[in-house]
Each structure stands twice: as structure tokens, then as C-alpha cells.
């Protein structure tokens, strides 16, 4: 089982805001990393240390941190924000890391 | 910029071992952790293990009884041995740069991934 929690999927409309929420007893020690997907792609580093953009990250990707959850936020979703997203952090027991289920965005 | 490139056969047989090398180009496989991690449609994506090439590095419990990770620093490669394939293990490998931060890694760069089938 995974040690982080992701909702499965999430539909938003172009320029509507888009928050995805990661949950896990780890994030409340442990930073918390995100990663866009897109077919066929390998994963793309978006968010890390929590809340720090990734280089060639556009601005409208923001992430947050409140106790055992994590959101990535994505304001103004634009068509080619459609992707999955993971969040990763470590495992329970601090040793190895571990991803999220992901979560498929589908911008409408 | 780093660029990885991973290879390896396409196809292997069940109870047969998989043998995976990333190349690493625009940086040098002495510094930073380098890690390969898999995803297949059954589990997402999973770290196998990372490892420093003072030999240092950690595996996941779920493969650590038939795991090996290497590097070659003579050819700035990363390798990976995975012996005991079954079916389950039919994934996309991805070799990645594993970079710590606190007592956790992240990965800021990746491979465009290598799809290995094990079937007979």
C-alpha cells in the first residue's frame, strides 16, 4: 500500500484552479516533492522542498504544506497542464522514497 | 545539463535476470545519488533503490533480496541487475539523479525510460 494518498482524478475547466492534495503521516517530518507526467514522458521534477518551483517551472504552479498534507496548486489551468501528478516524499519508516498513486488531471 | 540514457533488452524471460545501463552525459556519476525507479500499471511508480558511487545506497525492502545497483565511473554509467523476473516486474524503468535533501531524495533529472516485458 502506498504510504501517500492521492485522489485518483480531477477535472477542471481552462483558468479555473486546480489544487491536488497528497496526504501521509511522513509529510509531517519529511519535505514533500510533486512531478507532472504526460504520456508517454518521463516524470518532470514541478515542486520540491515543499513549496520551491522546479527551474522552467511557470509561476501558476505553487505548493503548500499543513501537517500530514500537501497540495500542489495550479492556478489558471491551461490545456497542456493535462497530465498526472505525484507527489513523493519518504517511506513511514524515513528510509526510502516512496510516490503517490497519482492523480490524473484533465483539463475540460 | 544532465542527460540519461537508459538501454537494455526489451524483453526478458520469467525467472531470467534483467540487466539495465543508464548513461549519464553533462555531469559525473561521482557526484550526487543516482537511483532507478519503475512503474507499471498494477503499482505507479517505484523507487527500486539509489546508491553513491562509493558503493553507498539503499534499496527498497520490496527488491532488496534480488537487487543490485551499480556504477561504473570508467564509462559515467549507472547499472541495474534484477534477478528472478516474473510477470509482475513487466514496467518502464527509469534511471534518475536522485538529489538529498535533508534525510529524503528527490529526483531532478530522468531518463526518457526503458520498457522491459517479461514474458516467455
Known amino acids: 500500500s502506498n504510504d501517500l494518498t492521492q485522489p485518483p482524478s480531477l477535472s477542471v475547466s481552462p483558468g479555473q484552479t486546480a489544487r491536488i492534495a497528497c496526504s501521509g503521516d511522513?509529510?509531517?517530518?519529511?519535505?514533500a516533492y510533486w512531478y507532472q507526467q504526460k504520456p508517454g514522458q518521463a516524470p518532470l521534477l514541478v515542486i520540491f522542498?515543499?513549496?520551491e518551483r522546479a527551474s522552467g517551472i511557470p509561476g501558476r504552479f505553487s505548493g503548500s504544506s499543513s501537517g500530514t498534507i500537501v497540495t500542489l496548486t495550479i492556478s489558471g489551468v491551461q490545456a497542456e497542464d493535462e497530465a498526472d501528478y505525484y507527489c513523493?516524499?519518504?517511506?513511514?519508516?524515513?528510509?526510502?522514497?516512496?510516490f503517490g498513486g497519482g492523480t490524473k488531471l484533465t483539463v475540460l | 545539463q544532465v542527460h540519461l540514457q537508459e538501454s537494455g533488452p526489451g524483453l526478458v524471460k520469467p525467472s531470467e535476470t534483467l540487466s539495465l545501463t543508464c548513461s549519464v552525459s553533462?555531469?559525473?556519476?561521482?557526484?550526487?545519488?543516482w537511483s532507478w525507479i519503475r512503474q507499471s500499471p498494477g503499482k505507479g511508480l517505484e523507487c527500486i533503490g539509489y546508491?553513491?558511487?562509493?558503493?553507498?545506497?539503499n534499496y527498497n525492502p520490496s527488491f532488496a533480496s534480488r537487487v543490485t545497483l551499480s556504477i561504473d565511473t570508467s564509462k559515467n554509467q549507472i547499472s541495474l541487475q534484477l534477478t528472478s523476473l516474473i510477470p509482475a516486474d513487466t514496467a518502464v524503468y527509469y534511471c534518475?539523479?536522485?538529489?538529498?535533501?535533508?534525510?529524503?531524495?528527490?529526483?531532478?533529472?530522468w531518463g526518457q525510460g526503458s520498457l522491459v516485458t517479461v514474458s516467455s
Open positions: 534518475a539523479r536522485a538529489r538529498r535533501s535533508g534525510s529524503g531524495y528527490y529526483f531532478d533529472y
Open positions: 553533462g555531469g559525473s556519476v561521482t557526484s550526487n545519488y
Open positions: 546508491m553513491f558511487f562509493t558503493g553507498r545506497s
Open positions: 511522513i509529510l509531517s517530518r519529511q519535505s
Open positions: 522542498k515543499d513549496t
Open positions: 513523493q516524499s519518504g517511506d513511514i519508516t524515513d528510509t526510502y522514497p516512496v
